[in-house]
C-alpha cells in the first residue's frame, strides 16, 4: 500500500464541484409578461402606438410563416420539367420570407409586445387558405402563392400607412422597404411561369397577327 492510500480523500470538496456544474433541469417559472400585454420600452412612441402596430405585425408574421412554410412545402413537392429551377426558386424564396419573420418578430419584441412563435397560434391568427397536405401541379402550386402574396401585400400596405399616420416609422419603414418590396419581387419572379409562351418553336400564327 502506497502513502498515498494512506490518506482519507477529500469526497466532501469533489461532491460538492459536481453539484454546483449540474445543470438544474426541469425548472418551472410563472410567465414574466402575459400575451396581449405591452412592455414599453424607452423608444419615444406612445404605448397605444405601439400596441397597434404589433397587433398589425402579428397578423402579418402569422401570414409571413405560412407563406414561408408554403414555399417549403412547394420545394419538396414539385415535379415536372421546370422541377429543377422551381425547386431552387421556391428555396431561395423560403429563405428570404424566413428572413423577413424574423425581422417582423424582432420589431414586434422591440414594441414591448410579444411576437407569436408557434405553429397552432400561426395556425389560428394566419389569413391564408390551408392547403392540401398532397402533392400539386406546379401551375396550381405557383397560384396557390401568388394568392397568398396578394393578401401579405393588401394588408402589409394597409398596416404600413396606420404606421405612417400614427407616428410608427420604425415599423411604416419595416413594411414598405422590406416586407413589400421583397414581396413584390417574389410575385415577378414566379409569376413570370405563368406566361403561356412556347419554349422552344416561336408560334408564327401569333407573330404574323401581331404586325
Ligand atoms: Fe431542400
Same mark, same amino acid.
Given at each position: 500500500m502506497s502513502p498515498r492510500n494512506d490518506k482519507e480523500r477529500p469526497r466532501s470538496t469533489l461532491e460538492a464541484g459536481t453539484e454546483k456544474a449540474r445543470p438544474l433541469v426541469h425548472q418551472q417559472s410563472r410567465e414574466i409578461q402575459p400575451y396581449g400585454k405591452i412592455a414599453k420600452l424607452p423608444i419615444a412612441l406612445d404605448e397605444k402606438v405601439c400596441a397597434a402596430s404589433a397587433d398589425n405585425l402579428n397578423q402579418l408574421l402569422a401570414d409571413t410563416m405560412?407563406?414561408?412554410?408554403?414555399?417549403?412545402?412547394?420545394?419538396?413537392?414539385?415535379?415536372?420539367?421546370?422541377?429543377?429551377?422551381?425547386? &431552387?426558386?421556391?428555396?431561395?424564396?423560403? =429563405?428570404?420570407?424566413?428572413?423577413?419573420?424574423?425581422?417582423? @418578430?424582432?420589431r414586434i419584441q422591440l414594441l414591448g409586445a410579444i411576437s407569436i412563435a408557434m405553429a397552432p397560434d400561426v395556425a389560428e391568427t394566419t389569413m391564408i387558405s390551408r392547403p392540401p397536405r398532397g402533392r400539386e401541379e406546379a401551375p396550381q402550386q405557383i397560384s396557390r402563392l401568388l394568392e397568398a402574396h396578394e393578401i401579405l401585400l393588401q394588408e402589409a400596405r394597409t398596416m404600413a400607412r396606420q404606421a405612417a399616420e400614427q407616428g410608427d416609422d420604425g415599423t411604416n419603414d419595416l413594411l414598405v422597404?422590406?416586407?413589400?418590396?421583397?414581396?413584390? &419581387?417574389q410575385v415577378w419572379f414566379i409569376a =413570370?411561369?405563368?406566361?403561356?409562351?412556347?419554349?422552344?418553336? @416561336?408560334?408564327?400564327?401569333?407573330s404574323a397577327g401581331s404586325r
Open positions: 405560412t407563406l414561408r412554410d408554403l414555399y417549403k412545402k412547394h420545394h419538396w413537392q414539385v415535379a415536372g420539367p421546370t422541377f429543377y429551377q422551381l425547386h &431552387l426558386l421556391f428555396d431561395k424564396h423560403y =429563405e428570404e420570407q424566413s428572413e423577413l419573420v424574423d425581422a417582423i @418578430a424582432e422597404s422590406e416586407v413589400i418590396r421583397r414581396n413584390e &419581387l =413570370e411561369h405563368l406566361v403561356d409562351v412556347p419554349v422552344v418553336r @416561336a408560334d408564327r400564327a401569333a
